[in-house]
């Protein structure tokens, strides 16, 4: 038994280091150069390869799961990647429409407090155009706003399903597991939590999500990101625990990241808002009913007993 918990420590610490080897060692070789040269690059074809190559990073997670299977001879037999579909639909319907529901809430209720911030004549969209050279107005805008988000709900969970798995089958299909063996539920929550908050912290001092420049840059920001990453990480560990697949954590990764930018839509060309606050999800308001959600399943899991054990038989 002792030389199995060993091992399982063993595991944990090389899929982290070479999943955050790898991750940092691109991202500050890579995406920093290219980010600066994108300043000066009019044609605005190094900012679509950043982009690209951003996008890439979320399946480095995956790749850091390949290489410690094949490096500690474990194996491919209980990957946590099968569907299963029979008796637990309903948490395939959560993963696919409660992040765009508390979104939508966290939205919502920020527009409710700030309501200076509000454009119904989605300003911030057509003046965003307008830096382009493009021309929209109220009719068109609207149209763009509505498909975003229709897209967002219905066809963002299939569509950016693949590079969430990227990262999905990292967090929630290998560590999870692993970390579940080693600490009681809600430590495991918070390390996990923090530790996959880190793992995008070169892309929190990019700018991503927080911005630039802000007071306490760029800690802040990562530390906001770790924050979020908790919340967020106990509803995908909640839907990961109670199917046995890290699939549902997937979908609803892909649901959140299409749903995340919803809020902005309706923001005023001139607002002041601060991204820690709202309307996104990241911001503390924004993501309010990812807070109050969270902390529902968290009770949830750490009461019962069986979210403890490995509750199902994998492949």
Known sequence: MEETKSMTTKRILIF????????????????YPLSNRAETDLSGMT??????????????????????RLITKEGFSDCWIKPRFRGHIRYYVMAWFLPA???????????????????????????????????LDRSQAMMMALSQIIM??????????????????????????????????????????????????????????????????PFT?????????????VFLTYVTLRTGSCLPAAIAHGSLNGMAATGTLFLSANAE????IGPAPTG????????????????????????TQNIVEHE
């Not at 929550?189 to 420049?213: E, F, S």
């Not at 920001?221 to 990480?233: D, N, R, S, T």
């Open 16 to 31: 982290i280091g070479i999943t955050f080897l790898i991750t940092y060692g691109l991202e500050f070789g890579i995406i």
């Open 47 to 68: 900012a679509i390869l950043v982009q690209v190559v951003v996008a890439g990073m979320m399946f480095l997670p995956s790749i850091g799961v390949l290489l410690t």
């Open 101 to 135: 529901l508390c979104t939508a809430l966290g939205a919502v209720l920020y527009f409710s407090i700030f309501q200076k911030d509000f454009d119904g004549n989605l300003g911030y969209i057509i003046s965003l155009y307008q830096a382009q050279g493009v021309t």
């Open 152 to 217: 967002g709900v219905f066809l963002a969970p299939l569509l950016n399903i693949l590079t969430c798995f990227g990262e999905e089958w990292g967090w929630r299909g290998y560590l999870l597991p692993k970390m579940k063996e080693k600490l009681p539920m809600l430590p495991m929550l918070l390390v996990n939590g923090i530790i996959w908050g880190l793992w995008h912290a070169p892309l929190t001092m990019l700018g991503h999500n927080y911005g630039l420049g802000y007071k306490g840059y």
């Open 221 to 233: 920001g990562i530390l906001a990101m770790c924050l979020f990453c908790i919340v967020i990480g």
């Open 273 to 276: 808002s601060s991204p820690f």
């Open 284 to 307: 503390i308001v924004g993501g309010a009913f990812f807070l109050l959600l969270g902390i529902v399943l968290c009770l949830a899991l750490v009461k019962d007993k069986s979210a």
